[in-house]
């Protein structure tokens, strides 16, 4: 009786643990894909070679907008990279969410990366 009781709390810890984990590691892999995004458009990278290198480091569903540094761009100016990417829970943690009326805002992950142009 005890372990019909305990079960469904269980679950739910461990779907939360498994997909809150997933969560935040795809948080940090784009935070750091977008900061090295910006590493190279503050190097006078192209749109494409940091798309590109957005996307070989957070993966190719990620959406990329960036501002790039250019041969005239001030010591003041940065370069800003910005990437967005969804997030799809591999438990039903969020739909058992929605049932108690809780509403979810991990399903895009987004995350800026600023760095100075060097001139």
Known sequence: MEFAIVLPLMLVLVFGVIDFGRALQQQTLLSAAVREGARTGALNGTTATIQSKVQGMAGTNATV????????????ADSTVTASQPFTAVTPIFAFMKMFGVTSSLTTLTATGVMACTG
């Open 65 to 76: 907008t960036s501002t790039l540094c250019t041969s005239s761009s001030t010591t003041t």
